[in-house]
Structures are given as structure tokens and as C-alpha cells.
């Protein structure tokens, strides 16, 4: 059974930095693609940043240049450096990944995190 525990997430002023984590556990990295969410209060969720299996990586706009993803398949855990935070990057942080298939094909964000909480004050 594949498990996404997400946490690392806190209250932060602006200008300061985290580093959300996930553990992933029945899960081989670098088979599909993997990456985090976010959900802020009242909007819909939205890809942050992904990693992919040849471990190339894109960003959102909002957040390039000051995220940076990534993985260490020693511990199965993925990461996400959020430096220069901004008000506007509180929500709720979301780890995901991809379902191999046989084949070598991917179901899109099969598998998800509980999400940990930052929120950015100014």
C-alpha cells in the first residue's frame, strides 16, 4: 500500500523559509513523476512544482526561483525548499505522485499526502 505523509509545513513571516517533507512509503521513486500541490482557502488545488523520473523538474511561475523540489530515494522522502515566502504562498502543501502501470505508463496524481499547513504572515 502506498503512503504519502506530508509535514514540515508551520507558520512563517514573510521573506522566511520551509522545507516541507514527504515520506512515501510502497513506492519506487523515479518510476513516474512526482510532486506537490497546494490548495489556498477558497480556490482550487494547483500543481506547485513536480520532479520528474529522469529528475528534470518545473515550476509554477509564482513560485520559480525561490522553490526548488526535490528527492532523496536513500529515505523514499520528497522535498520542497520554499525560500522568499509571500502572504500569498499560505495553503495547504500537497504531496503527490504518479501510479506506474505495467507497460511503463503513469496514472496522473493517483496518490496523495494529508496535506501540512503553511501560512505566511506579514
Known amino acids: 500500500q502506498v503512503q504519502l505523509v506530508e509535514s514540515g509545513g508551520g507558520p512563517v513571516q514573510a521573506g522566511g523559509s520551509l522545507k516541507p517533507s514527504c515520506v512515501v512509503s510502497?513506492?519506487?521513486?523515479?518510476?513516474?513523476?512526482m510532486g506537490w500541490y497546494r490548495q489556498a482557502s477558497g480556490k482550487e488545488r494547483r500543481l506547485v512544482s513536480l520532479?520528474?523520473?529522469?529528475?528534470?523538474?518545473s515550476y509554477e511561475d509564482s513560485v520559480q526561483g525561490r522553490f526548488t523540489i526535490s528527492q532523496d530515494n536513500a529515505t523514499n522522502t520528497l522535498y520542497l525548499q520554499m525560500n522568499s515566502l509571500k502572504t500569498e504562498d499560505t495553503a495547504v502543501y500537497y504531496c503527490?505522485?504518479?501510479?506506474?502501470?505495467?507497460?511503463?505508463?503513469?496514472?496522473?496524481?493517483?496518490?496523495w499526502g494529508q496535506g501540512t499547513q503553511v501560512t505566511v504572515s506579514s
Open positions: 520532479i520528474r523520473s529522469d529528475g528534470t523538474t
Open positions: 503527490a505522485a504518479d501510479k506506474p502501470r505495467v507497460g511503463g505508463y503513469c496514472v496522473k496524481w493517483d496518490y
Open positions: 510502497g513506492y519506487i521513486f523515479s518510476s513516474c513523476e
